[in-house]
């Protein structure tokens, strides 16, 4: 089974409706990101979170709120989905492996993606 | 201000032939990772390496090899004797401040 799951996989959804978007970790990695992908933008981080009570904005939040229900759960919403927010989102965990937090390899779940019409 | 550069948008070459992905990053903190991964036309993002900003040794795994480059913020990625399956989008990231920063990819065609 892989180690970061996304449900669902593909959406399609209309203009003004809520989503929410989930992810699920078998890694037992306390760090949990969701990114968006745009074709000639490479990845955006949208928000992440490195604990359970831990909730941050990454570079393009607005539009956007998460939920870190548990260590392995961490959902992406769309309050009110529009046209622009049409893009392949990506879940990624990680783990500090030294006292640096920066020494994070970030693992990708397969990816969701959305079109909202 | 973009913390990695990946110049190269498209890259097409013929199989057996060699390729190097360039890979040019901005920070100011001291100690920082630089990653590769690869992404498939199936989407997902398969991470290939990490190397951390006080090893400046070239690595080498079978066909892939990366040459880290402290004095011009490279970090390259070369391909040797490239398949067909090595098509896909190859992203540079670099981890710093306390985000990951993704390049916008470069994508890598080997024609037949």
């Known amino acids: 089974d892989a180690d970061v799951t996304q449900t669902p996989r593909n959406r399609i959804t209309k203009t003004g409706k809520r989503i929410m978007l989930e992810c699920s970790q078998t890694k037992g990695h306390d760090r949990m990101y969701w990114y968006r992908q745009d074709p000639g933008l490479g990845l955006r981080l949208i928000y992440y979170?490195?604990?359970?009570?831990?909730?941050n904005k990454g570079e393009i939040s607005d539009g956007y709120s998460v939920s870190r229900q548990a260590q392995a759960k961490f959902s992406l919403s769309l309050e009110s989905a529009i046209p622009n927010q049409t893009a392949l989102y990506f879940c990624?965990?990680?783990?500090?492996?030294?006292?640096?937090?920066?020494?994070?390899?970030?693992?990708f779940g397969p990816g969701t993606r959305l079109t909202v019409l | 201000a973009q913390k990695v550069t990946q110049a190269q948008t498209e890259i097409s070459v013929v199989e057996k032939e060699d390729v190097t992905l360039d890979c040019v990053y901005e920070?100011?903190?001291?100690?920082?990772?630089l990653f590769w991964y690869k992404q498939p036309p199936s989407g997902e993002l398969v991470f290939l390496i990490r190397?951390?900003?006080?090893?400046?040794q070239n690595e080498i795994s079978g066909r892939y090899s990366w040459n880290f480059q402290k004095s011009t913020s490279s970090f390259n990625f070369t391909i040797t004797a490239s398949q067909v399956v090595d098509s896909a989008v190859y992203f540079c990231a670099v981890n710093t401040g306390n985000q990951f920063y993704f390049g916008t990819g470069t994508s890598l065609t080997v024609i037949p």
């Open positions: 990624a965990t990680s783990d500090l492996l030294g006292t640096h937090w920066n020494t994070d390899t970030q693992y």
């Open positions: 979170s490195f604990d359970v009570k831990d909730i």
């Open positions: 920070t100011r903190d001291t100690t920082y990772y």
């Open positions: 190397r951390n900003s006080f090893d400046e």
